[in-house]
């Protein structure tokens, strides 16, 4: 069974930084790509940073230059350092991965971030 928990969550102020953890379990960890979303209040589920199972990384515009996304195979567990915070990065960080043409989310960790 397919097992990701995020975790570093939490409340900001602007311009600080976190760092997301999701831990997996469940899955082939090294074969793998994981993607980090986010969910903000009133808004669609987006897509914020991805990593190949080679460590090629793609990030969205509106973090480009600010997150960072990093996987440690050893630890079967993927990163999301986050600097240059703003208030709208406020929502929940979802971790995901696609495994057999199935999606396996996480149960989500939020962020807060205050002005």
């Known amino acids: 069974q397919v097992y990701l928990k995020e975790s570093g969550g939490g409340l900001v102020q602007a311009g600080g930084s976190l760092r997301l953890s999701c831990r997996t379990s469940?899955?082939?960890?090294?074969?793998?790509?994981f993607n980090w979303y986010r969910q903000g209040p009133g808004k669609q589920r987006e897509l914020v940073a991805s990593i190949s199972s080679s460590g090629q990384t793609e990030y969205s515009e509106f973090v480009k230059g600010r997150f960072t996304i990093s996987r440690d195979n050893a630890r079967t567990t993927v990163y999301l350092q986050m600097n240059s915070l703003k208030v709208e990065d406020t929502g929940v960080y979802y971790c995901?991965?696609?495994?057999?043409?199935?999606?396996?989310w996480g149960q989500g960790t939020q962020v807060t971030v205050s002005s």
């Open positions: 995901h991965v696609n495994r057999q043409q199935y999606d396996f």
């Open positions: 469940g899955v082939t960890f090294k074969i793998h790509p």
